[in-house]
């Protein structure tokens, strides 16, 4: 974008931006890690033409590179971030660093120019467009709410998906909220499972309680009404579960020879955090961690695990499965698969282990070295093929690379991830409908 319409973008939104913020900014916080803070301002959801916009800042506790020129830092972004809710898509309109109170940086573009992608999971657009869409729902859908919930104090009441949009209703003004309110993570939903409940689906648990006296919804579970059979009807946005075609997971089984490439990657960045979301363990990665596919850079976000495993060779099923969640710029997915079998124990999987919370929650800081070569095979012979998210909501287009040499786990690792979740969390095996599954 040249120099002249960045100058005159830049004064036309910071006035608008600066303006809205001094007289209603009611800004909460989102989420924050040992890196940044998440919040985003209240005041500034709106929607209009089917899209939901909302002003959100990134505070960083050290400064950042921009992407764009190396010799500038900021330690504070402002951003327009407008989402797509139905879809569950979102784009970056306007985008503000600062170095303390400087600007250093400012872009942006139309709306109507915008790439709305699918948020990476657990990042912040991610836990951003979970947080608005959850108060954007169709008024029947708040109305019903509103008579099934009894009326609370509001500084007593977590804001969960349910009374956030009935303070929404309530409320036609948020700025009458007080502006310190701290908005709960959005992507933080302690569940407890049924002892008892072991299946294979990464979302059956039928009986959700909440944790220590705080109500989470639980909006799928891999059993019950709320397991993998019934995710495409939970929500519109989760349609693809049931319609869709290139659906994930499968079993291999007849494949076609083709000249893959070998995976070529950097893999030198440690695991910073691990998290129990109750659906599964995840552990995300520090920046760096890079894998090139179909000539395109794909970063790697996190790692989670399954059990047993959701993809199956030949139709057989490993104890356990990791899956190496990777996002190119505009969002793409691309994941390496990992099987596990029973035998001697694993490095990694023990570094792990050691810090594994046993409660659903906020992502707690690794204190020991974690590397994703430790908890992958040094043969990186792999089958791929085209398929989706194995969670609602089943988004498709994702590259799987499932590698064919498993590692090893031995039996008291596995059965600890199994006592921690309480549950089985693998989606059943989908059909392939025509794909081809190349080695």
Known sequence: MKLAALKIIYFLFMGL????????????????????????????????DQLTRAWVKVEYKKAQINSESADKAYNLSKLLWYFDCPAQKSATTQVFQYMNAETVFSAGIDV????????????????????????????????????????????????????ATAEAEKKPAPAAEPAATEAKPVESKPVEAKPEAVKADPEKTTVIKPSKGKAYAAHWTYEGK???????KLQPEFATCDIGQNQSPVNIDATIDAPLKTLKGIQKM????????????????????????DDTPFQMKQVHFHTPSENTI???????????????????????????????????LEKLWSQMPKEAGAPIPLNIKVSASELMPENRDYYRFSGSLTTPP?????????????????KEQITAFEEVLHHHNNRPVQPLNGRVVLE
């Open 17 to 48: 931006a600066f303006t809205g913020e001094s007289l209603a900014a009611n800004w909460v916080k989102l989420s924050e890690n040992g890196t940044s803070k998440l919040l985003i301002d209240k005041q500034s959801i709106l929607e209009k």
């Open 112 to 163: 109507k120019a915008a790439e709305f992608i699918e948020p990476v999971p657990e990042t912040d657009l991610d836990r951003a467009m979970r947080y608005v869409c959850s108060r954007a729902q169709p008024k029947n859908q708040h109305e019903t709410k509103l008579a099934n919930k009894p009326s609370e104090n509001k500084s007593q009441t977590p804001i969960t998906k349910e009374n």
């Open 226 to 232: 709320e397991g993998p059979e019934y995710w495409g």
């Open 270 to 293: 440690p695991a910073k955090e691990i998290v129990n979301n109750g659906h599964t363990i995840q552990a995300n990665f520090k920046e760096g961690n890079m894998l090139l596919l």
């Open 314 to 348: 030949k139709g057989k099923p490993y104890p356990l499965e990791a899956h190496f969640v990777h996002a190119d710029k505009k969002g793409n997915l691309a994941v390496i698969a990992v099987m596990y079998k029973e035998g001697k124990a694993n490095l990694g």
């Open 394 to 410: 089943c988004t498709e287009g994702v590259r799987w690379l499932v590698l064919k040499t498993p590692l090893t786990a031995s």
